[in-house]
Nanobody, 121 residues
Framework: QVQLVESGGGLVQAGGSLRLSCVASGKFSYIGSMGWYRQVPGKQRELVLVRTSRGSTNSADSVKGRFTISRDSAKNTVFLQMNSLKPEDTAVYYC???????????????WGQGTQVTVSS
C-alpha cells in the first residue's frame, strides 16, 4: 500500500511563508508526477503545482512567482515553498503522486490526507 504523508501546514499572516513536505512510503516501483492540489469547502480540488519525474512543472496561474516546487526523488519527497501568501491561498493542501506499484497495471493516482493552510489578513 502506498501512503503519502504531508506536513508543514498551519496559520500564517498575509505576506508570510510556509513550506509543505510530502513523503511517499510503501511498496512501489516508480513515481511519475508528484505535487500539490488544494481545496476549499464547496469548491473542486484544484491544481497548485505538480512536477514530473523529468522536471517539467504545471502550475496554477494564481501561484506563479510565489510558490515553488522541488523534489528529492531519492527520498520520494516533494516540497512546496509558499511565499507572499494571501488570504485566498487558505485551503486544505493535498499531496498527489502518480505511482506505479506493478508495471503490468501501470500508474495510479494517490493522495495524502491533506494539511490545512490558513492565511490571515
Amino acid at each position: 500500500q502506498v501512503q503519502l504523508v504531508e506536513s508543514g501546514g498551519g496559520l500564517v499572516q498575509a505576506g508570510g511563508s510556509l513550506r509543505l513536505s510530502c513523503v511517499a512510503s510503501g511498496k512501489f516501483s516508480y513515481i511519475g508526477s508528484m505535487g500539490w492540489y488544494r481545496q476549499v469547502p464547496g469548491k473542486q480540488r484544484e491544481l497548485v503545482l505538480v512536477r514530473t519525474s523529468r522536471g517539467s512543472t504545471n502550475s496554477a496561474d494564481s501561484v506563479k512567482g510565489r510558490f515553488t516546487i522541488s523534489r528529492d526523488s531519492a527520498k520520494n519527497t516533494v516540497f512546496l515553498q509558499m511565499n507572499s501568501l494571501k488570504p485566498e491561498d487558505t485551503a486544505v493542501y493535498y499531496c498527489y503522486a502518480a505511482v506505479t506499484t506493478d508495471w503490468l497495471i501501470g500508474s495510479r493516482d494517490y493522495w495524502g490526507q491533506g494539511t490545512q493552510v490558513t492565511v490571515s489578513s
